[in-house]
Every structure is written in C-alpha cells, then in structure tokens.
C-alpha cells in the first residue's frame, strides 16, 4: 500500500477532536477506499494542557499553528482555526504556498479570500476543499462540483443556519416571540451570547457565497449579498404565514435572473408543502433547481462536531485517494465574474403586514397605491381586534389593526415605493413588515 | 488541453438521446472540470432510421451493440440497452474486459452482476459507474460511496420507484383504489403495461441492492431481498395512516441488525411529519442513517431521461477527470460477505388491520392472543359500520367490521404466529392486513 497521507490539525476544538477521533475509527475503511492510510501527525491549539477526552502523544505538537501549516512532515493541513483573517488565513496561505493540501471548515474564510486561496491551491498543484464550511454534514459541495455537470443551475436555496432556523420553529410551534427562542436557542448553546451574526443572516451570507459561485461557476462575492435577518419577525407573522399556506424560513436564494446573479438572504414565505418548509429545527437544507434534475433537495445536520468532522474527513479521504478535484469545480481564470442583479430588480410575490388606522377607506387606499405601481394582489386580508375597548357602529375600534397582503410577482423597487406612497399618504401607525414569497 | 474522452453510447432511448444533447450543450464546462474534453464518437441503437431530433452523422454508427463495445476508438462505453442479461450484459462484460470504462444506469445488470463487473473492472483498471441506477437524478451512489466515509451507517431507507409512490400519492389524496390510480398511471405513461416489476417491488429492490452495498460495504445480494408490493393496499388502509399520524410508502430498507443485514422492500407506514413522508407523486428520496452524521436525506427525480441522463454524465465527467474511483468505493475483495438478516427475526412495530366478525369477545380475543405472543400494542381501534342494514340492540350489525391494531417493536414471528391463531380460532372474516411501521 503506499505511503500514508500525514495530515495536521490546526485547532482542536469540538469538530478537531471529532476529526481525530473519526479518523482512528473509519481508518481501514478510508484506507481501502483511497488506497492508501491518513495518518495524524501533528495537531495545535491554543491549550495543550486541556483535557479532550484523547491522547494527544501520538501527534507532534506545535504551539504555533503556521509553523504546523510549514512543517515538511505534513501532506494535507487541516484548518480548524476560524475567522477570515489572523491565523486562520495565515495557516492556510502558508500550506498552500508550501504545497500542501488544505482541508478547511472556515466559512468566512472562503466568502472572503475563497477565488485567491483556489488561485493559490491551483498554482501549487494542491487541494482546497471545504464540504464543511457549508450546511455541516450534507455534501452540498460535493453535489454541486461533481453531480451535476450535465446540468445548468438556475436556482438555489437553502436553511444555512441550525440557530435561525430553531428560533423560526419554535416562534411557530409555540406562538412564542423571537426574544424569548433566542434566550433558549442561548440556553441551549444553538445561539452565542453575541446572536448578531447568526440571527441577522450574516453566517447564511457567508455560505451562499460559497454556494454561488459552485453553482454558477462565478467568482465568489460575498459583498453582493443583500442581507436581511430574522430579529423583526412577529408571531403574528408565523401566525398569518399558517393562515395563507405557509411556513417563514430564513434562506439564502441565489438565482441567475435576466441581470445577472442575484443572491439575498432574508426572512422567506415558502410553501408549506414544500420540502423545505419541512425542516425544522436546527437541521439544515438546500434545494436546487437546475435543467436536466428539475428539483434536488438535500436535508441533514448543519453544525455539530460530529457532523462537521464527517465533511472534513470524506474531504481529507478525497485527498487521500487523489479525487478531489479544482476547489470550485474549474480552473479559477474560467470562473465568471457575473454582473449583480440588483435587489431593487428583484422579482417575486411579496407578503407584505400594515399596521393601519382602522378606518374607512384605508383598505381602499392601500389597494389604490399598489394598483398605481402596477403591483396586483392575489390576497388581502383585514383582522379586526377582537378585544377592542370601543367600536363604532361599524365595528371599527380606531385603534391600529393589522391588514395583510399576498402580491403576485412583483418589482422589489415597486414595492419600496408604493409602500413609501402609502406611509405619506398617513394610511399605517407602524412601519410594514416585507417577507418575499420564494415558490417552488 | 489533453485528448478528449472518447465516449459510445449503447442505446438511444430518451436517456441516450438526452445524454447526446446534454453533453453537447455542457461540453465547455465538463471539459474545464476534467481537464479534457468529451467526445461522443459512436452510438449504437436497434433503429437507425428513426427521427430521434438530432444528427448522427456525426458519430460512427454500430448495428452492433458488442461490437461498439469492443471499438477501439471508444475509451468509455455508456450502455443504456438495459435488462440484466443478453447484450446489456454483454456491452458492459465486453467493454470491461477490452480495458475501456462503463458507465451504465442499468440496475437489474448491477443487482445481479455487480460484484463480478465489479471485480472485471478492478483487474482492467478501469471504471465502472452506475449512478443513474437507483434513485435517476439524485446523487446517493456518489454520497454513499464518497460522501461518509468518516461513517458507520446503521440504516438507510428510500422512495426508489417513482410509479409506486404516485400510485400511493393518489389513492391518498384522492381516495381512490389502487386499480384506479395504476390505470391512470399507465395512462400518464409512468406504468407500464405489465406493471408487476413496479407495483410488486422488484424495480425498488434492485436498487436496493446497490445502495446496500454501498452503504455497509458488503457484496451485492440482491437474493437476500424481502419484496413485497403495493397492490393489496386498500384506501382503508391510507384513511387509518391518516388518522394515526403515518403515510403509506413503498421503501426499500437496508439495516445493519444484531443477526446481519437486513434488506427489505414493502409498504411501509412512516410518521406524516418525516422528511420522507413528504415526498409525493414519481419524486424519490433516499434517507440515510449514519453514527457522525446522523440523518442525511436526498429528494429529487427518479426517473425521466434528462434526470437520469444527468447521472450518466456526471459519472462521464468523472471518468474524463480521474476522479471515478472503486465501483463501491473499495476493492471488491474487500467487499464484506455479511450474514443476512432473515425476515422473520425483523422487530419494528406493525399495523394490523383485521376484518373481524362483529359480536361480542372479538376485539378482547384478538388482544389475548397478542398477549399471549409477547405482542404490546400501542393502540387498538374499532370501526363500526355505520351503514350497516341490521344492528342488535349492541349496535352490532353481525357484518365483519375492520379493527386495526398498531404495535410497539415486536418480531415479525411473533406476529405471523400470533395471527395464525387468531385466523384458527375463527375471529377474522378475510386475511389480515399487515403494513410495518418505520421510526426515523
């Protein structure tokens, strides 16, 4: 058999030991399959003392973690470090620039720095692969760079982020606030004591990038991304999304539209019946639309050690058994540098919440500015308080009630501005509330 | 740019046509990806004279399906003849043993033969790849064989026959027989004429037997199936999943079990709210079951020929880039023999819908013989016929009446002796229905 891939772990937290310890697992098995052993032989982190549940006496140790990204005794580096600069981004210029290969679960990295590291990689003749760095254990990386060649990607979406979307499920499932889910998701350790990154869709913005550009061959470019997060979203919301057939999901959504690539992440109205209306939870799921597949949907586990380390490990296998290919699937000249289709440009149904005046005529005038922006609606809904202190004789109590409307395909920058008409003209007490419809 | 992949096609169908027109139209793409262009030099068919849309000129024509096979202008022959002997067998044995790749959708060759095509390919050196076989357009052969290798999978269970799973679609949703919906099918062209291969599960247990492999690393053993079909699913019997929270789908399940591993294909109850239970009308769906993982489910197309066609070509494109490794991702020598799991000694839980005759004692005598089998029940429900002609003063109208009972895990043995003496002591008016239960 020939010689062993050596590999080196930078960074040994939850999915570094998971890494160490799947790899003495799955040994003979990744070893038949690549036809040669992966064998740790080197790992760093910041405390060498710390109990991990493991012997680390088999491994040498480096303080430093560039050191172990230089050291000759390593084939393949493994990046556990995190964060798009700092060491993260040292270790892994470092390996590549030393030619080896590199295995990382560093998405902010890849937004980032993702089209030069793969310039950087291709040089050297080395590997960067990253299945881990998106949706955790579901091979979407894989899936998109190798299972469909034959196919020309029109659509992608997806639950990116385990914290948005546990706080989305159990805002529905028990008519609670988004205050009150993140405190828990907090609790239960799916949410950070600083939530702005996970619940304002930033994380999901950093794998739609990576998404993007596997799918349409694109440079990466995370700074086109609109993003929206989950913090405004009411239970009256998830309650009004029951009611009209549907579920509320923070996606990311990048499309090839007559402008260009467009990608956006925000709070999305998808159809209850439809695949990924049934994730719940902190699972993850992606769906793309593509010509000859039509419609491919993949569930699993988006975080979690143990998941995480399975996509660095089938990764550090791929580079093992010599299959792992050009990191974004061709050679990095080749990838487009596609024009941003703009947000005001965006097509597509809109649920948009008015908190108005209840009096007459206000429906009608709502109804009068959308007509003006040549925005159709396929739905209006008016809720009358119940409880209410004093109606007139019409059952109107004069306080703020909420009217909903469903809108058929429609120009975003339509939207904004009939929605500005209609604050000027004094109609609504609060700000509205915008969620797109995404269809099937 | 190296020289191109030379590629014949066996076989022009829909699939072998669209294989043709997709790789013409994702010819610069493929090409990039793998470093080299593919080249459609030659084709074989039954018919040459028939309009298929597009120009053969183009491509050396050969009456001859062998004879293609053994070209030595062709470095990857696809065979899309199909069935599991005479020339499908024959292109793809040729083919291996003249050093050249296969690329083949054909599942019944790969049910029966795999291990031995397998094991030609491994001594040529070359590739032989099948992820059109099971499951059209989703990619779980490359997930399975690529994507866990850091995994141990305990279980996985899947949609594999698109006609099966709209038949069930419709008798649900429409309450209607399953003899209806099987002519509607044939009439939608998604059943065949004679429609045994389908509806009686051999379709599903052939791709069964692949995907096992696979997932547990052990020789194909397609012998070892349990097929049971859908043909004696009554729209009762989807009223009762209905009410007690299931949906009826054909599966095919592989598990690794105490005794061995066991592989069976019949319709099966799963809860309403798992991922696999949403999958309606001809889509498939794979779940697979694994320790770091945990629940990996893909959704997509099963058949129709750009969705297969995709399959082929991807598998085409990586037999152009290198990257095509092991059949089943290991040496076939290394392929366990693992002890089958005999159907009998399967425990899970079980719907049982009797027709007993309605007089006193029944139900009671029924649970006494569950007891005395060691058979606990979950629930137990009477349905009285409420238009029934003739009713006692108990409200009993002395016609059978259905009464369906759902069971915790218990072995398959104990539930066929247990309705054994329940059928011999004259309880039941007809044979019971008997429908297994899945958990995610």
């Given at each position: 058999m020939a010689r062993p891939l050596r590999v080196g772990i930078a960074g040994l937290g939850t999915v570094g030991a998971a890494v160490i310890q799947i790899l003495a697992r799955q040994n003979a098995v990744i070893a038949q399959r690549g036809g040669r052993p992966v064998q740790v032989v080197a790992v760093s982190a910041r405390?060498?003392?710390?109990?991990?549940?493991?012997?680390?006496?088999?491994f040498t140790w480096f303080d430093d973690p560039i050191a172990l990204a230089r050291s000759?005794?390593?084939?393949c580096v493994v990046e556990?470090?995190?964060?798009?600069?700092g060491s993260a981004r040292e270790v892994v210029e470092t390996a590549l620039s030393h030619g080896k290969h590199v295995v990382t679960a560093n998405k902010a990295l890849l937004a980032k720095h993702g089209s030069a590291l793969a310039r950087t990689a291709e040089e050297k003749g080395v590997t960067l692969a990253f299945?881990?760095?998106?949706?955790?254990?579901?091979p979407v990386v894989k899936t998109l760079r190798?299972?469909?060649?034959?196919n020309s990607v029109s659509r992608l979406y997806g639950i990116l982020n385990g914290t948005c979307n546990y706080i989305l499920s159990r805002m529905e499932l028990e008519g609670l606030t988004f205050a009150e889910c993140l405190k828990d998701a907090q609790r239960l350790g799916y949410?950070?004591?600083?939530?702005t990154f996970d619940v304002e869709g930033f994380d999901t913005a950093h794998k739609l990038a990576i998404l993007t550009s596997l799918a349409?061959?694109?440079?990466?470019?995370?700074?086109?991304i609109y993003v929206e997060g989950?913090?405004?979203?009411a239970p009256l919301d998830l309650a009004m999304a029951q009611e009209l057939g549907f579920r509320i999901k923070l996606l990311g959504v990048a499309e090839r539209t007559n402008t260009g690539i467009e990608q956006r992440v925000h709070p999305t109205m998808v159809p209850?019946?439809?695949?990924?209306?049934?994730v719940m939870g902190v699972t993850n799921a992606v769906t793309i639309d593509a010509d000859a597949v039509k419609e491919l949907t993949l569930i699993g586990p988006g975080a979690g050690g143990a998941a995480t380390a399975s996509a660095v490990v089938a990764d550090i296998a791929d580079v093992a058994s010599g299959a792992a290919g050009a990191p974004f699937g061709r050679p990095v000249h080749s990838l487009e540098s596609a024009p941003r289709a703009p947000m005001q440009r965006h097509e597509g149904g809109y649920y948009i919440r008015l908190t108005v005046h209840?009096?007459?005529g206000v429906a009608a005038g709502v109804a009068t500015r959308m007509a003006e922006a040549d925005i159709s609606l396929e739905s209006i809904l008016q809720k009358r308080s119940e409880t209410a202190a004093t109606k007139d004789?019409?059952?109107?109590?004069?306080t703020p009630v909420p009217l909903v409307l469903i809108t058929y395909a429609a120009a975003e920058s339509a939207i904004r501005s009939a929605l500005e008409e209609i604050s000027g003209d004094g109609l609504i007490a609060e700000p509205p509330q915008v969620i797109r419809i995404e269809r099937e």
């Open positions: 405390d060498r003392t710390k109990d991990r549940g493991f012997d680390l006496s088999p000759p005794e390593v084939d556990l470090v995190g964060g798009s600069e299945e881990a760095s998106v949706a955790g254990g579901i190798e299972a469909l060649p034959g949410a950070e004591a600083d939530p349409f061959g694109s440079q990466i470019d995370s700074e086109a989950i913090s405004s979203i209850r019946t439809s695949s990924i209306a049934q209840d009096r007459p004789p019409h059952g109107r109590s004069g």
